[in-house]
């Protein structure tokens, strides 16, 4: 798709109709109880109506995004819950709450197993936003039809964007075969998620020094909604289009970069919390390795899947510029 005057402007609008939806109606609806306090699904205690307030919105503006966007609108749909979930991710509390109502090594362990749960709920949420604007309403307002997601040549507003075949479709440089196509995918999401992690722990760190050897931070110190928004946005935007550079795969696979990176964090952070009456840290106090995992998976998934999305139109906005 090439990136007109008019496409940023339908990508503005679809921004902001899924930013107003959920920052609005949705937040009344799944904000926490406790002012301030930090938004999850499944630590929140009504998981049941967070899940159906999301399948609601989220087909409303995945409808609104496709209907906007016209020729577009199997494309440029898929930003809508993104940028909804980006909403709550900026209006929720931080994680220090929930670490210090899991002041045990036992319940801080379950905690983080249970982000590492929903991380999946939210990836799903994003996946199927996307299939249902590219696979459902797009094809329902223009009647079928091929598209860019199919690295199929397309005409849009009198210009060609072309992504051609083996080369530029799934595959990237390997040139044929099943095989190569799924290396492709596979080390287009290994080097987007290697660019995402790294890049979070340098980003997402406390300024705030160690206070022991065993170098850990004060759980008031976790990163800000505003390092936060930088941090993720950062990562995943970076990361998405160093491997889209590379591996020309399809948008699906990158999202998975934020979930996975996030996977790590959280299953890493269970592992040290384990490791903490060894070593003799307070329930106050967190790990400096692992203080990129107090992003919430709302911020991760929300966040870092606009970064996401937007980082794979820039990168293919960059490959029909070079031709």
Same mark, same amino acid.
């Given at each position: 798709m090439y990136i007109t005057a008019m496409v940023k402007i339908k990508m503005a609008l679809v921004l902001a109709v899924g930013g107003v939806v959920f920052g609005t109606v949705g937040w009344a609806l799944v904000r926490p109880e406790q002012p301030g306090g930090a938004f999850t699904v499944v630590m929140g205690g009504k998981a049941a109506?967070?899940?159906?307030?999301?399948?609601?919105? %989220? *087909?409303?503006?995945?409808?609104? %995004?496709? *209907?906007? %966007?016209?020729?577009?609108?199997?494309?440029?749909?898929?930003?809508?819950?993104?940028?909804?979930?980006? *909403?709550?991710?900026?209006?929720?509390?931080?994680?220090?709450?929930?670490?210090?109502?899991?002041?045990?090594?036992?319940?801080?362990?379950?905690?983080?197993?249970?982000?590492?749960?929903?991380?999946?709920?939210?990836?799903?949420?994003v996946l199927l936003g996307c299939w249902l604007s590219e696979r459902v309403f797009g094809l329902l307002l223009q009647g079928g039809g091929d598209g860019v997601g199919d690295n199929k040549i397309v005409e849009v507003s009198g210009e060609v964007s072309i992504a051609?075949?083996?080369?530029?479709?799934? %595959?990237?440089? /390997?040139?044929?075969?099943?095989?190569?196509?799924? /290396?492709?995918?596979? /080390?287009?999401?290994?080097?987007?998620?290697?660019?995402?992690? *790294?890049?979070?722990?340098? /980003?997402?760190?406390s300024g705030v020094p160690h206070f022991n050897a065993a170098e850990t931070i004060r759980v008031g110190n976790v990163p800000a909604t505003k390092q936060i928004v930088f941090a993720v946005g950062a990562a995943f935007f970076l990361g998405t289009l160093a491997a889209h550079q590379l591996f020309r795969v399809k948008l699906w696979y990158y999202l998975l970069a934020p979930a996975i990176v996030a996977w790590v964090g959280y299953a890493w952070a269970g592992y040290l919390v384990s490791l903490s009456p060894l070593e003799g840290i307070s329930p106050h106090f967190v790990h400096a390795s692992v203080v990129f995992a107090t992003v919430l998976p709302v911020q991760f998934l929300g966040i870092g899947s606009l970064a996401t999305i937007v980082g794979f139109w820039y990168s293919t906005q960059m490959h029909h510029q070079q031709g």
């Open positions: 109506g967070v899940l159906l307030s999301m399948a609601a919105l %989220g *087909v409303v503006v995945c409808l609104a %995004g496709s *209907v906007i %966007g016209t020729v577009h609108g199997r494309y440029i749909g898929q930003m809508a819950i993104p940028a909804g979930l980006t *909403v709550w991710a900026i209006r929720t509390g931080s994680m220090d709450s929930l670490l210090l109502s899991h002041s045990s090594v036992a319940s801080r362990a379950s905690m983080f197993h249970g982000l590492m749960f929903e991380v999946l709920i939210w990836l799903g949420v051609k075949k083996g080369k530029d479709s799934d %595959g990237g440089w /390997l040139d044929g075969g099943l095989n190569s196509k799924w /290396l492709s995918r596979v /080390l287009a999401v290994l080097i987007s998620c290697i660019i995402g992690f *790294v890049l979070m722990k340098l /980003l997402a760190r």
